[in-house]
């Protein structure tokens, strides 16, 4: 049988003992000589350039430089102790200094032998220095396998510690080329390189790990990174076909008089052309024999609701019942309130489940579910819970998705029948790059319009010395018969902390705001469901003009007469909460504000948060800063798709690498679905082989 020697252990490998072998598993995560082959240098310095001592500057850059020892002293006692020496070249003298390793480097450095070195330099006390620089000697230097560029390995603390310097790593990697050079297979079609003008496979590999140019360097990461990025797109592509390909669905054939009667005669707007788009990506899916999986994105106040209900209405036409869930009871209840008045005297029957629905009336809905009676249940987890079982369930919405666990887990529909059609929507744009990789697998559709009509919403940026004019400004709105959200962070439900800056700022905006002129709401997650409904409410009604709060008003809620939006300690937010917090306002036919707090005091990250706020109200635009700042890590889905275990592509520089690799993959699936052409033979055995080594092909087959 083949064995394919790239899976051969390191510690075959010239150079790499058991012990090395051990450490490099333990630190670097590297056991087999395939692994080495993909340990890519994180950057490169280029060597060509050697310094003068007395041209160093203060910069902590790393540099090389030639010369000689000429003095080597121990400084201070025992553990405190260091080695120093002496380095001069013609210009002048610098130090050297060692603090570990001491006995080794004494024994064997020589005096007046020209070396080469190389590492950051630090200045002290008018004196520069280079703590436990690189070195080798010029001969030895000129000997070794160079290549003007010098790769620089990922290391850890450890690996320095125990000797492994970057030297050593770019040493093993050497030995497994002169194994193997030219011997690498190839991983891609011929077709792809042609079309990609991609160099092959050997070259990448070895231009990578000692790159010849800048030019020939350039040419080994694109093929590298395209190469990358194309095997997971094929992954998910391939999974998002099986998927369809087995998981049957039900078939909605009919538009028939729930849609359409709606459509006529109760729609109170026209829709904008982006809802009707989705509207069709959402028909055909639920006309097709498959489950439709789909993402619907679509910025705060898009009008994602209107989609869910026209799509609701397609199911009932069929004889399906419809779920939709919210992730707050403020939100169901929203939903609801809206969905019931959307539909005015249509003859559906619209019922809302939540934690607080008595048990009574809850026997009544189970019961009409499992009759068939009740066509649109709206609800929060409490729609999935074991005893909510529907006679006929067909679709299946679930709005803002970052809060919410998989619905497709769920009991609600009965064993023998076919799961519902899934629509997740969600206001957090996520950048369509990103998307594609970790979402590959969901079909998106993405609502990139507002409905016509929208003011820009005004944002600004105060500092807690201007709230005296904030206050002001307040006042000026609120008799305009405006409404002002106060919305305070809340790292944690039981920070004692958050809760003191909420109440304390309810108390002074009470005191600046006093009876009988104004009334003040407070809403937070600590309060009872049933006050927090009577708070919102009274804040909904126009009852109250400002709505103190915590992040509970983030998602959804949909008060048209609050045009103002104050967001305290700002910086302390997220840029996509900022933006779903802002979303609040905008709503009405007023001109909108949206007032961020601060405090002087600002990280470069808070600062980059608050002016992207200041400048933008585009959600995509917004999430790509986002991701910027914080990295993939944090968005929900990354974890799964493999985007952070990237070897050299990087998911948010790459982004036009990943379009291509994604059209490349789909194209190739179109055209050879089990890629049995023997074209894609190279294409076939390397899936193959990644599937193995991450078991998605087991998990898909
Ligand atoms: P979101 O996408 O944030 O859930 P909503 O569905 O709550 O947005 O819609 C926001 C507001 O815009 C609602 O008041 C809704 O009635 C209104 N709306 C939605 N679509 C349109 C449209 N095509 N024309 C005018 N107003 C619309
Ligand atoms: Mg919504």
């Not at 436990?132 to 450890?158: D, G, I």
Request: proline share 4%; net charge positive; hydrophobic share 40%.
């Amino acid at each position: 049988m083949y064995t394919n020697p790239l899976h051969t252990k390191i510690s075959y490998l010239k150079g790499v003992g058991p012990a090395r072998a051990d450490l490099l598993r333990k630190e670097l995560g590297l056991s087999t000589l395939g692994d080495l082959m993909n340990f890519f240098p994180n950057r490169y310095i280029d060597r060509t350039q050697f310094y003068k001592i007395k041209d160093l500057q203060d910069t902590q850059a790393e540099v090389q430089l030639v010369g000689q020892i000429t003095g080597l002293h121990t400084v201070g006692q025992k553990r405190g102790s260091r080695l120093v020496a002496t380095f001069s070249d013609d210009t002048g003298s610098m130090e050297l200094v060692w603090f570990r390793g001491v006995k080794w480097i004494k024994e064997n450095l020589k005096l007046q032998t020209p070396y080469v070195i190389f590492g950051k330099v630090s200045h002290f006390k008018n004196t520069f220095s280079m703590p436990h620089p690189e070195m080798e000697s010029v001969a030895a230097y000129k000997k070794s396998l160079q290549s003007a560029l010098q790769p620089v390995y990922p290391s850890t603390e450890v690996l320095g510690k125990r000797g492994v310097s970057n030297r050593v790593i770019q040493k093993i990697v050497q030995q497994l080329f002169i194994d193997f050079k030219g011997k690498f297979k190839e991983t891609l079609s011929n077709e792809i390189m042609q079309e990609h003008n991609l160099i092959s496979k050997n070259e990448a590999l070895f231009q990578v790990h000692f790159p010849e140019s800048q030019e020939k360097l350039a040419k080994a990461r694109y093929r590298l990174k395209l190469e990358e990025l194309f095997y997971i797109q094929l992954q998910l592509v391939r999974k998002n076909l099986v998927r369809k390909k087995k998981i049957k669905g039900n078939i909605f054939e009919n538009v028939g008089d729930f849609f359409n009667t709606f459509y006529k005669d109760h729609l109170p707007f026209s829709l904008t052309k982006a809802q009707k788009k989705v509207l069709k990506e959402i028909r055909k899916d639920v006309g097709s024999h498959a489950q439709m999986n789909r993402l619907l994105q679509g910025d705060v106040g898009s009008g994602k609701t209107i989609v869910a209900l026209l799509s609701a209405l397609i199911a009932l036409d069929n004889g399906y019942q419809v779920a939709i869930m919210a992730p707050t009871e403020i939100l169901a209840n929203q939903h609801f309130n809206a969905i019931v008045e959307l539909l005015g005297d249509m003859p559906a029957n619209v019922s809302l489940l939540t934690g607080s629905v008595k048990t009574k009336a809850r026997r009544v809905i189970h019961e009409n579910l499992e009759n068939g009676q009740l066509h649109i249940l709206i609800g929060t987890h409490a729609l999935i819970e074991d005893k909510v079982r529907f006679k006929n369930l067909g679709l299946v919405v679930i709005d803002e998705q970052h809060r919410f666990g998989v619905a497709q887990r769920a009991k609600m529909w009965k064993k023998n029948t076919l799961p519902p059609h899934i629509l997740v929507m969600t206001a957090t744009p996520i950048p369509r790059t990103l998307a594609m990789s970790v979402y590959g697998d969901l079909d998106i559709s993405i609502i990139d319009e507002l409905p016509p009509g929208r003011k820009e919403i005004k944002t600004a940026l105060r500092y807690d010395t201007q709230r005296l004019s904030v206050f002001q400004f307040m006042k000026e709105e609120i008799a305009k018969g405006r409404q002002v959200y106060v919305v305070y962070p809340l790292i944690e439900e039981s920070d004692a902390f958050d809760y003191k800056d909420l109440m304390d700022g309810y108390e002074s905006i009470s005191r600046e705001f006093p009876r009988p002129n104004y009334q003040v709401s407070i809403l937070h997650g600590r309060m009872k469901p049933a006050d927090k409904d009577y708070e919102m409410q009274q804040f909904v009604e126009g009852k109250t003009q400002i709505l103190v709060a915590t992040t509970v008003i983030e998602v959804g809620v949909n008060v048209p007469n609050a045009s103002v939006m104050i967001i305290e300690s700002a910086e302390k937010f997220g840029l996509s909460q900022l933006h779903q917090l802002r979303g609040r306002v905008g709503r009405g036919a007023d001109q909108s504000f949206c007032i961020l707090m601060a405090s002087h005091k600002l990280s470069d990250n808070a600062k980059t948060r608050l002016k992207t706020m200041v400048e933008t109200s585009d959600g995509f635009v917004i999430a790509e800063v986002d991701l910027k700042l914080r990295g993939p890590g944090n968005l929900m889905g990354t974890q799964q798709s493999g985007v952070l275990n990237l070897k050299i592509a990087d998911i948010i520089k790459d982004s036009s690498i990943l379009k291509i690799a994604r059209y490349t993959a789909q194209d190739i699936l179109r055209k050879d679905p089990n890629l049995s052409l023997p074209k894609n033979k190279n294409i076939l055995q390397t899936f193959v082989e990644i599937d193995r080594r991450t078991g998605v092909w087991a998990n898909i087959s």
